[in-house]
T-cell receptor, first 113, second 117 residues
Framework: EAGVVQSPRYKIIEKKQPVAFWCNPI?????LYWYLQNLGQGPELLIR????????DSQLPKDRFSAERLKGVDSTLKIQPAELGDSAVYLC???????????FGEGSRLTVL | AQSVTQLDSHVSVSEGTPVLLRCNYS??????LFWYVQHPNKGLQLLLK??????LVKGINGFEAEFKKSETSFHLTKPSAHMSDAAEYFC???????????????FGQGTILTVHP
Protein backbone atom coordinates (compact mmCIF):
# COMPACT_ATOMS: atom_id res chain seq x y z
CA GLU A 1 0.00 0.00 0.00
CA ALA A 2 1.39 3.39 -0.98
CA GLY A 3 1.93 5.89 1.80
CA VAL A 4 1.24 9.61 1.85
CA VAL A 5 3.08 11.23 -1.04
CA GLN A 6 4.25 14.81 -0.96
CA SER A 7 6.00 16.92 -3.55
CA PRO A 8 8.30 18.62 -3.98
CA ARG A 9 10.58 17.28 -1.23
CA TYR A 10 12.73 20.39 -1.33
CA LYS A 11 12.06 23.89 -2.62
CA ILE A 12 14.23 26.99 -2.56
CA ILE A 13 12.69 30.30 -3.55
CA GLU A 14 13.29 33.98 -3.07
CA LYS A 15 11.05 35.98 -0.78
CA LYS A 16 7.86 37.34 -2.30
CA GLN A 17 7.70 34.43 -4.75
CA PRO A 18 4.79 32.00 -4.70
CA VAL A 19 5.15 28.31 -3.85
CA ALA A 20 2.82 25.34 -3.85
CA PHE A 21 2.98 21.95 -2.18
CA TRP A 22 1.02 18.90 -3.21
CA CYS A 23 -0.16 15.96 -1.13
CA ASN A 24 -1.70 12.66 -2.17
CA PRO A 25 -3.11 10.87 0.90
CA ILE A 26 -3.53 7.16 1.39
CA UNK A 27 -6.46 5.85 -0.60
CA UNK A 28 -9.66 5.85 1.41
CA UNK A 29 -8.43 8.28 4.06
CA UNK A 30 -11.10 10.93 4.45
CA UNK A 31 -9.25 13.19 6.86
CA LEU A 32 -6.21 15.15 5.67
CA TYR A 33 -3.95 17.47 7.63
CA TRP A 34 -1.33 20.04 6.76
CA TYR A 35 1.21 20.72 9.49
CA LEU A 36 4.05 23.22 9.74
CA GLN A 37 7.24 22.09 11.46
CA ASN A 38 9.89 24.64 12.33
CA LEU A 39 13.40 23.48 13.15
CA GLY A 40 13.58 22.02 16.64
CA GLN A 41 9.85 22.18 17.24
CA GLY A 42 6.87 19.90 17.05
CA PRO A 43 4.44 20.07 14.13
CA GLU A 44 1.71 22.70 14.32
CA LEU A 45 -1.61 22.27 12.59
CA LEU A 46 -2.34 24.58 9.68
CA ILE A 47 -5.53 23.05 8.35
CA ARG A 48 -7.60 19.89 8.64
CA UNK A 49 -9.96 18.54 6.01
CA UNK A 50 -12.72 16.01 6.29
CA UNK A 51 -13.36 15.05 2.69
CA UNK A 52 -13.59 18.38 0.81
CA UNK A 53 -14.50 20.45 3.86
CA UNK A 54 -11.93 22.42 5.83
CA UNK A 55 -13.13 21.74 9.38
CA UNK A 56 -10.30 23.49 11.20
CA ASP A 57 -8.31 26.27 9.54
CA SER A 58 -8.04 28.54 12.55
CA GLN A 59 -4.24 28.53 12.47
CA LEU A 60 -3.83 29.06 8.74
CA PRO A 61 -2.46 32.57 7.99
CA LYS A 62 -5.11 33.40 5.44
CA ASP A 63 -3.49 36.57 4.19
CA ARG A 64 -0.81 34.56 2.39
CA PHE A 65 -1.67 30.89 2.79
CA SER A 66 -4.40 29.00 0.99
CA ALA A 67 -5.29 25.36 0.65
CA GLU A 68 -7.72 23.26 -1.29
CA ARG A 69 -8.77 19.66 -1.45
CA LEU A 70 -10.76 19.13 -4.60
CA LYS A 71 -12.87 15.97 -4.79
CA GLY A 72 -11.74 15.06 -1.29
CA VAL A 73 -8.53 13.37 -2.39
CA ASP A 74 -5.37 15.32 -3.29
CA SER A 75 -4.63 18.59 -1.58
CA THR A 76 -2.55 21.64 -2.41
CA LEU A 77 -1.10 24.16 0.01
CA LYS A 78 -0.05 27.51 -1.44
CA ILE A 79 1.93 30.43 -0.07
CA GLN A 80 1.83 33.75 -1.88
CA PRO A 81 3.95 35.72 -1.34
CA ALA A 82 6.48 33.74 0.67
CA GLU A 83 8.36 35.42 3.52
CA LEU A 84 11.67 34.54 5.14
CA GLY A 85 9.85 33.19 8.20
CA ASP A 86 8.02 30.62 6.09
CA SER A 87 11.18 28.52 5.83
CA ALA A 88 10.15 25.23 7.43
CA VAL A 89 9.00 21.71 6.67
CA TYR A 90 5.40 21.34 5.54
CA LEU A 91 3.96 17.97 6.51
CA CYS A 92 0.88 16.30 5.12
CA UNK A 93 -0.88 13.51 6.99
CA UNK A 94 -4.00 11.47 6.50
CA UNK A 95 -6.18 9.15 8.55
CA UNK A 96 -9.28 7.08 7.90
CA UNK A 97 -10.94 8.41 11.06
CA UNK A 98 -11.00 11.65 13.01
CA UNK A 99 -9.28 10.16 16.02
CA UNK A 100 -6.51 7.68 15.52
CA UNK A 101 -3.20 7.10 13.90
CA UNK A 102 -2.01 9.72 11.45
CA UNK A 103 0.06 8.61 8.50
CA PHE A 104 2.61 11.23 7.54
CA GLY A 105 4.37 12.00 4.32
CA GLU A 106 8.08 12.77 4.31
CA GLY A 107 7.43 16.49 4.14
CA SER A 108 8.29 19.37 1.85
CA ARG A 109 11.23 21.45 3.05
CA LEU A 110 10.93 25.09 2.05
CA THR A 111 13.83 27.53 2.12
CA VAL A 112 13.03 31.18 1.49
CA LEU A 113 16.05 33.37 0.65
CA ALA B 1 -7.64 23.60 26.13
CA GLN B 2 -5.28 20.73 25.66
CA SER B 3 -1.51 20.84 25.88
CA VAL B 4 1.42 18.48 26.09
CA THR B 5 4.83 18.99 27.66
CA GLN B 6 7.87 16.89 26.97
CA LEU B 7 10.08 17.39 29.97
CA ASP B 8 13.43 16.80 28.25
CA SER B 9 14.54 18.33 24.98
CA HIS B 10 17.52 15.95 24.78
CA VAL B 11 18.16 12.52 26.29
CA SER B 12 21.43 10.67 25.91
CA VAL B 13 21.88 6.99 26.77
CA SER B 14 24.37 4.24 26.12
CA GLU B 15 23.45 1.32 23.90
CA GLY B 16 21.89 -1.46 25.97
CA THR B 17 20.70 0.82 28.78
CA PRO B 18 17.08 1.79 29.50
CA VAL B 19 15.34 4.69 27.81
CA LEU B 20 12.87 7.03 29.51
CA LEU B 21 11.25 9.92 27.62
CA ARG B 22 8.86 11.93 29.76
CA CYS B 23 5.55 13.45 28.73
CA ASN B 24 2.85 15.26 30.69
CA TYR B 25 -0.46 16.34 29.22
CA SER B 26 -3.38 18.58 29.96
CA UNK B 27 -6.80 17.89 28.54
CA UNK B 28 -10.29 18.83 29.65
CA UNK B 29 -11.65 15.61 28.25
CA UNK B 30 -10.60 12.00 28.18
CA UNK B 31 -7.58 12.07 25.90
CA UNK B 32 -6.07 9.82 23.31
CA LEU B 33 -2.31 9.85 23.56
CA PHE B 34 0.33 8.90 21.04
CA TRP B 35 4.07 8.69 20.65
CA TYR B 36 5.57 9.33 17.23
CA VAL B 37 9.19 8.95 16.11
CA GLN B 38 10.92 10.98 13.43
CA HIS B 39 14.22 9.91 11.94
CA PRO B 40 16.24 12.57 10.08
CA ASN B 41 14.62 13.64 6.81
CA LYS B 42 11.84 11.11 7.28
CA GLY B 43 8.15 11.38 8.03
CA LEU B 44 6.74 10.78 11.49
CA GLN B 45 5.89 7.19 12.35
CA LEU B 46 3.52 6.02 15.05
CA LEU B 47 5.21 4.11 17.88
CA LEU B 48 2.15 3.45 20.04
CA LYS B 49 -1.21 4.86 21.09
CA UNK B 50 -3.48 4.95 24.12
CA UNK B 51 -7.22 5.22 23.49
CA UNK B 52 -8.83 4.38 26.87
CA UNK B 53 -8.19 0.65 26.86
CA UNK B 54 -5.26 -0.88 28.77
CA UNK B 55 -3.15 1.72 30.55
CA LEU B 56 0.11 -0.02 29.63
CA VAL B 57 0.54 0.21 25.91
CA LYS B 58 3.07 -1.74 23.89
CA GLY B 59 4.36 -0.40 20.62
CA ILE B 60 6.80 -1.20 17.90
CA ASN B 61 10.53 -1.78 18.33
CA GLY B 62 10.20 -2.73 22.01
CA PHE B 63 8.81 0.59 23.20
CA GLU B 64 5.99 0.89 25.69
CA ALA B 65 4.21 3.66 27.57
CA GLU B 66 1.99 3.81 30.64
CA PHE B 67 -0.99 6.12 30.94
CA LYS B 68 -1.24 7.49 34.49
CA LYS B 69 -4.32 9.64 34.87
CA SER B 70 -3.52 10.72 38.43
CA GLU B 71 -0.16 12.06 37.27
CA THR B 72 -1.38 13.19 33.81
CA SER B 73 1.64 11.45 32.37
CA PHE B 74 2.38 9.19 29.41
CA HIS B 75 6.09 8.39 29.63
CA LEU B 76 7.79 6.32 26.93
CA THR B 77 10.21 3.57 27.94
CA LYS B 78 12.36 0.88 26.43
CA PRO B 79 14.40 -1.62 28.46
CA SER B 80 17.45 -1.62 26.23
CA ALA B 81 18.40 1.11 23.74
CA HIS B 82 19.66 0.28 20.27
CA MET B 83 21.67 2.54 18.02
CA SER B 84 18.77 2.61 15.56
CA ASP B 85 16.59 4.23 18.24
CA ALA B 86 18.43 7.52 17.82
CA ALA B 87 15.78 9.93 16.54
CA GLU B 88 13.36 12.62 17.69
CA TYR B 89 10.28 11.55 19.61
CA PHE B 90 7.00 13.42 19.89
CA CYS B 91 4.27 12.98 22.46
CA UNK B 92 0.83 13.85 21.07
CA UNK B 93 -2.58 14.40 22.70
CA UNK B 94 -5.95 14.33 20.99
CA UNK B 95 -9.39 15.44 22.07
CA UNK B 96 -12.08 12.81 22.40
CA UNK B 97 -14.93 15.27 22.89
CA UNK B 98 -17.29 16.70 20.31
CA UNK B 99 -17.17 19.98 18.50
CA UNK B 100 -14.75 21.35 15.94
CA UNK B 101 -11.76 20.41 18.07
CA UNK B 102 -12.63 16.75 17.90
CA UNK B 103 -9.69 14.88 16.47
CA UNK B 104 -7.32 17.82 16.80
CA UNK B 105 -3.84 16.63 17.68
CA UNK B 106 -1.44 18.71 19.73
CA PHE B 107 2.24 17.84 19.51
CA GLY B 108 4.88 18.26 22.18
CA GLN B 109 8.12 20.03 21.37
CA GLY B 110 10.00 16.79 20.86
CA THR B 111 12.80 14.93 22.61
CA ILE B 112 15.98 14.12 20.72
CA LEU B 113 17.32 10.73 21.77
CA THR B 114 21.02 10.10 21.30
CA VAL B 115 22.39 6.59 21.72
CA HIS B 116 26.11 6.14 22.37
CA PRO B 117 27.98 2.94 21.51
Amino acid sequence: EAGVVQSPRYKIIEKKQPVAFWCNPISGHNTLYWYLQNLGQGPELLIRYENEEAVDDSQLPKDRFSAERLKGVDSTLKIQPAELGDSAVYLCASTPSRVGELFFGEGSRLTVL
Amino acid sequence: AQSVTQLDSHVSVSEGTPVLLRCNYSSSYSPSLFWYVQHPNKGLQLLLKYTSAATLVKGINGFEAEFKKSETSFHLTKPSAHMSDAAEYFCVVSFNAGGTSYGKLTFGQGTILTVHP
